[in-house]
Each structure stands twice: as structure tokens, then as C-alpha cells.
């Protein structure tokens, strides 16, 4: 099959078999291509598409970047049951099998040291949320209606300082839990928080962080994020992984045509 080569991990090599219904963006399954002590997992894409010109112009497109997205996830994630993978950005393309094995080479001191400072850990993340409304059995009785401008005034007053407070408790929260939490962690990255109308999550982000926790631990790190879920009222945590290391990947990706994106 002709086409573009897309990029979507460095691995050493590893004996498993990937599934063999998994398919990968564009619908190719991926395949593993060797270069001395290395492997990058790649697969055809089409030239019409994943060229740059074709691939700026697709980045404005929400939906194909979501297919694209979730397809390039879905090779990482199938990686992860096997193997420590070194996942490159969204988007790492390049003209054929030479361009990928000489990219290899270049970076190759850099591929395996970060190969084995990842080995054997996965990335979890975590976010705390000021809710939009606070719970039911906590919320406060409905103010009121004001019966003149004075009365209105107070009671915008008093909700600032309700929302105030509570984003006070939120950060003062998301502090000790990230002190905590990095405690059990062999590193931590505290990445910018959430943008409600991208992520579509509800509520307003305080803290968006990932820790790399070895394989080994991570029971004991789940179940320590556990702990904290349910403690504040107006305030949600939210605990996703084991995903392949991302946020400590470092900057060893790179491509011909590349672009960044946001794992899904």
C-alpha cells in the first residue's frame, strides 16, 4: 500500500502480537517498523490527507481531528498492554520507511534514554473541578426576590462571596492533594487547566495534573485519589488512566509534517 507514514509510538522491541482487528488512523492497520535497537509503530495514510497543506487544512476541522484522535489513541492504548511506548504527537507523519528510520537515528540516544526512565510506568491524571451548581442536599435555599436595588446589591454580594470562598477551598484543596499525590509519584507535570467549552467537562477546572507512577503502584495510587473524591461538597475530582506516559515523553517527536494535539 502507497501513502504517507504515520508515526504513533517508539517502542523497543517487543515479542507480544498487537491485536489483529486493530486498525489505526485512516483505517490502516499499524505495523512495526525496526532500526537497530528500536521500533516505531506506523502505518499508511493517505498523501490527499496527511500531506501539509491537506493536514493544516484538516486541523480546523473539529470532527475529522476527533476520528483522527481517537484512532491514534486507540494504537497507544493497544501499545500500553505490551509494552512501554514512547508515544509521539498527533499528526507525526513523514514520506516513507527511509524517513521514519533516519529520524530514528538521529534521535536515537535521546529515544532510549527516555525508553528507560518510562519503563515499566504509565501516566494517571488528575482534575479538580469547582462544580457549575453545587449539590442538591448542600445547596442553599433559593434567595428571595430582591424588593429594591439595595436588597439586589446585597445579594450579589453575598454569592460572590459564596463562589469566592469556595474557589478559595478549591485551590487550597488541589494544593495539598497535588503535594500529596506527587508524594507517591516518581515525577509530576501540572498542565494548564481546562477549557470547559473544548473539553465539554462541567464544572471549572482548578487543577489538571499527571503523575508517572511504576505499573507496580499504581493500586496504591488509584486508591489514594480514591480516598480524596468525595471529601468537599462543590468539589469534583477526576481520576483517568493508566495511559503511556505523554505528559513525560519529553521533546524527542518529531516529523516532516507534524502537527500537535490533545489526547482525547
Known sequence: MTGLRYVYAICRPFGTPLQAQLTGVAGDPP????????????????????????????????????????????????????????????????????????????????????????????????????????????????????TSGRDYLRQRRMATKSHDDLWQQAEAFSTRLHETLSGCAEDSRLHAPQNPTLSGASGRNVLNAAYLVPRAESEKFVERVERTKDGTPGIRVELTGPWAAYSFAGEESAGEESAEGERP
Not at 498523501?47 to 470532527?63: Q, V, Y
Open 31 to 146: 505495523r512495526l517498523l525496526p532500526h537497530h535497537g528500536l521500533v516505531a509503530v506506523v502505518s499508511h495514510v493517505p498523501e490527499a490527507d496527511f500531506a501539509e497543506e491537506p493536514l493544516h487544512e484538516h486541523l480546523e476541522d473539529l470532527d475529522w481531528l476527533t476520528e483522527v484522535a481517537r484512532a491514534h489513541q486507540g494504537v497507544i492504548d493497544a501499545l500500553t498492554t505490551v509494552t512501554t511506548p514512547l508515544p509521539l504527537r498527533l499528526g507525526t507523519v513523514f514520506r516513507d520507511d527511509s524517513g521514519v528510520r533516519t529520524m530514528m537515528e538521529a534521535r536515537e540516544e535521546g529515544f532510549l534514554r527516555t525508553l528507560d526512565r518510562l519503563d515499566g510506568r504509565v501516566e494517571w491524571g488528575v482534575k479538580v473541578f469547582i462544580e457549575a451548581e453545587r449539590p442538591a442536599d448542600t445547596a442553599a435555599p433559593p434567595a428571595q426576590k430582591p
